[in-house]
Every structure is written in structure tokens, then in C-alpha cells.
């Protein structure tokens, strides 16, 4: 009897981590799964029109826009100001300097520099970082940034105190934005108040991103971001 128990204990514990092992291999099936699924939400959202607004044709460049490539998170820090991410891909794989980084649930960041296998992404919980936002409910613009303490909180900025907010609000990413894809999810709003100067939202948000558990990233290839440089490029300096 005692021999059998200790059989059934020992095989207990080779099945726990064969499934250990199994469920890894679980989870990357199914990120890889879901950057098919990403890059054809990416283009049916570019080609649903708003109701009620006036008919638009998008051409097949704006359609074909983003494009998400997976990776593993290597490295990363969140007890830091200043926040960063390691992944395990890098020029090899198309991946370049500019590029949005976002999870499964939220935004994670914008990749700074790259190795041919490696990049470096400054991560929304940093806070030289900040990204353009608005209220998904009514498109009201702000801007979002990380305050450096907690990293499930982060604050958006510059609502005015007389646009509509309240608790349990969604905020995403911007139509105006130069780095993310509009509507890619970033917090809940969790708190208001008023600013000091008593003329603006003081607004807490609970990120999406589970930055503490994070293992796979998208990064996202915007095809025509090259022309949209080179359109700023163009405008004339003020003298």
C-alpha cells in the first residue's frame, strides 16, 4: 500500500508537469492563432463606416494598413520610472524602430531600437511615454500617461472638467494616433476628480494590459507610416 502510494504520487507529479509543459505549448498555439485573427480584425475595422456617416470608399492600401507580427517577451521590468521590454524579434523579422506593441487586452508599447533578433520597447509604464486617447463612448480626446507608482494605474490627461465622463468608462487609442491603431484598448476609467486648476478631469484608469503576467506581444507594421513621415516632413517651418 505504501508502495502505491508513493507510485501514485510520483506519476501525479510527472503528469503535473507534463501538463505544465503542454499547457505552454497551449498558449502559443493559440497567440499564434490570434495574430491571423488581429490582422483580419484590423482590416474589417478599417472598412466599417459609422452609422450615419456619409458613405466612404477605403482604398486597398488603407485596408491592408496594419499588420501584426507575434513575439515573446524576453526581459522586462515594472518597478522602475522608467519601464522597458525585451522580445525575441527583431529586424530579421520586419520589425522596426516606431513600431506599436500591444497584448491581447491593451497596449504595451512602442519599440525604441532593434538587434537582427531582439527589440527593445519602451512600455506604457514609463514615464517618458505617453499616447494619444480618447473616450470610447463619446471620442473625446486626452492623452494617456503612466504616473510611475502603481503599474495597473495610469492617469488621462487634458479632458475637459464640462465633456462627459464617468466611471467605467472604456478608453482606447485615438484616430489621430502617429504610433497604435485607433481603438486598441488601453484602460477603465476607475476614478474622477478635478484637476487643481479646477478646469480639467483628474482621471484614474486600470490598464487592460496585465503587465506583471504578460508573455506575448503583437507588434504592429503600419505599411503607410513611411508616407505619413514624409508628409510632416513636407510642412513648411514656422520662421
Do not use: C, H
Given at each position: 500500500n505504501t508502495t502505491n502510494r508513493w507510485a501514485a504520487d510520483?506519476?501525479?507529479?510527472?503528469?503535473?508537469?507534463?501538463?505544465?509543459?503542454?499547457?505552454?505549448e497551449?498558449?502559443?498555439?493559440?497567440?499564434?492563432?490570434?495574430?491571423?485573427?488581429?490582422?483580419?480584425l484590423f482590416q474589417l475595422k478599417s472598412q466599417v463606416q459609422p452609422k450615419g456617416e456619409i458613405p466612404y470608399f477605403v482604398n486597398k492600401a488603407t485596408i491592408l494598413k496594419y499588420h501584426a507580427t507575434l513575439a515573446k517577451v524576453v526581459v522586462q521590468?515594472?518597478?522602475?520610472?522608467?519601464n522597458y521590454i525585451t522580445i525575441d524579434k527583431g529586424t530579421q523579422d520586419g520589425i522596426r524602430p516606431g513600431m506599436a506593441?500591444?497584448?491581447s487586452t491593451g497596449i504595451v508599447g512602442k519599440v525604441m531600437s532593434c538587434?537582427?533578433?531582439?527589440?527593445?520597447?519602451?512600455?506604457?509604464?514609463?514615464?517618458?511615454?505617453?499616447?494619444?486617447a480618447?473616450?470610447?463612448?463619446?471620442?473625446?480626446?486626452?492623452?494617456?500617461?503612466?504616473?510611475?507608482?502603481?503599474?495597473?494605474?495610469?492617469?488621462?490627461?487634458?479632458?475637459?472638467?464640462?465633456?462627459?465622463?464617468?466611471?467605467?468608462?472604456?478608453?482606447?487609442?485615438?484616430?489621430?494616433?502617429?504610433?497604435?491603431?485607433?481603438?486598441?484598448?488601453?484602460?477603465?476609467?476607475?476614478?474622477?476628480?478635478l484637476k487643481k486648476d479646477g478646469n480639467f478631469h483628474d482621471i484614474k484608469l486600470m490598464l487592460l494590459t496585465k503587465f506583471?503576467?504578460?508573455?506575448?506581444?503583437?507588434?504592429?507594421?503600419n505599411s503607410l507610416a513611411w508616407q505619413q513621415v514624409k508628409l510632416n516632413e513636407s510642412i513648411p517651418k514656422a520662421e
Open positions: 510520483v506519476l501525479a507529479k510527472v503528469q503535473g508537469v507534463k501538463s505544465y509543459y503542454n499547457l505552454k497551449v498558449n502559443q498555439s493559440l497567440a499564434q492563432e490570434n495574430v491571423q485573427l488581429r490582422n483580419e521590468s515594472t518597478e522602475l520610472t522608467q506593441v500591444i497584448s538587434t537582427p533578433n531582439l527589440s527593445l520597447v519602451i512600455s506604457v509604464l514609463n514615464t517618458n511615454n505617453s499616447i494619444s480618447k473616450i470610447k463612448s463619446n471620442g473625446e480626446l486626452g492623452y494617456v500617461k503612466w504616473g510611475g507608482i502603481q503599474p495597473e494605474v495610469a492617469d488621462m490627461m487634458d479632458v475637459s472638467k464640462y465633456k462627459k465622463v464617468v466611471k467605467g468608462d472604456t478608453i482606447v487609442t485615438s484616430d489621430y494616433n502617429a504610433v497604435f491603431p485607433p481603438n486598441v484598448p488601453i484602460g477603465i476609467v476607475a476614478k474622477l476628480g506583471s503576467t504578460l508573455q506575448y506581444v503583437y507588434v504592429i507594421k
